[in-house]
T-cell receptor
Framework: DGGITQSPKYLFRKEGQNVTLSCEQNLNHDAMYWYRQDPGQGLRLIYY???????QKGDIAEGYSVSREKKESFPLTVTSAQKNPTAFYLC?????????????FGQGTRLTVV | EDKVVQSPLSLVVHEGDTVTLNCSYE??????LLWYKQEKKAPTFLFML????IEKKSGRLSSILDKKELSSILNITATQTGDSAIYLCAVKPNYGGSQGNLIFGKGTKLSVKP
């Protein structure tokens, strides 16, 4: 089935650790995005990538890093510099058809710092 | 600063009721407005609106954009318990001829009681 797969669904991190969230899509979409969702905050953009080997910071990029070595993959690393990483992380992708279309989302990863 | 504001933030209704969710925006160079439904994890796409006054409809859901008022409404008629979800509004701006990324509101949490 075509879609966006995020893993793991739940992740626990000790303070001071880096962790990497996986996002893979088989929709052949050009653009991929990472959002963070906190209760009552809506979705906030962390990083996005419109083509392979290129990515841009979103509104809340501090403490995060990404790579886009393959079109289908856009992993997000939450570093120890991110002071409040407990949140729900959503990956999304969209295609370019005369302009980027609506974004399709994965099922999310819930990250908890213990 | 670009922003999207949704109201109400939460709403409780009974099955069979009709509800109207509101979304207003302040965005430089508006391109499109999107509605998503988020039940448990992944937001699912509902509508994309680009032209003022043209209603988009899907079953019991409909939405319309008013560019003059910088707003959109999402109507749900004959609500069912399965409509319980967070409804997200997002706006895509144009930045210097290229598309900006989605700017999300905080969402409206709808609870439909049997």
């Amino acid at each position: 089935d075509g879609g966006i797969t995020q893993s793991p669904k739940y992740l626990f991190r000790k303070e001071g650790q880096n962790v990497t969230l996986s996002c893979e899509q088989n929709l052949n979409h050009d653009a991929m995005y990472w959002y963070r969702q906190d209760p009552g905050q809506g979705l906030r953009l962390i990083y996005y990538s419109q083509i392979v080997n290129d990515f841009q910071k979103g509104d809340i990029a501090e403490g995060y890093s990404v790579s886009r070595e393959k079109k289908e993959s856009f992993p997000l690393t939450v570093t120890s510099a991110q002071k409040n990483p407990t949140a729900f992380y959503l990956c999304a992708s969209s295609m370019f058809a005369g302009g980027f279309t609506e974004a399709f989302f994965g099922q999310g990863t819930r990250l908890t710092v213990v | 600063e670009d922003k999207v504001v949704q109201s109400p933030l939460s709403l409780v209704v009974h099955e069979g009721d009709t509800v109207t969710l509101n979304c207003s925006y302040e965005v430089t160079n508006f391109r499109s407005l999107l509605w998503y439904k988020q039940e448990k994890k992944a937001p699912t796409f509902l509508f994309m609106l680009t032209s003022s006054g043209i209603e988009k409809k899907s079953g019991r859901l409909s939405s319309i954009l008013d560019k003059k008022e910088l707003s959109s409404i999402l109507n749900i008629t004959a609500t069912q318990t399965g409509d319980s979800a967070i409804y997200l509004c997002a706006v895509k701006p144009n930045y210097g001829g290229s598309q900006g990324n989605l700017i999300f509101g905080k969402g409206t949490k709808l609870s439909v009681k049997p």
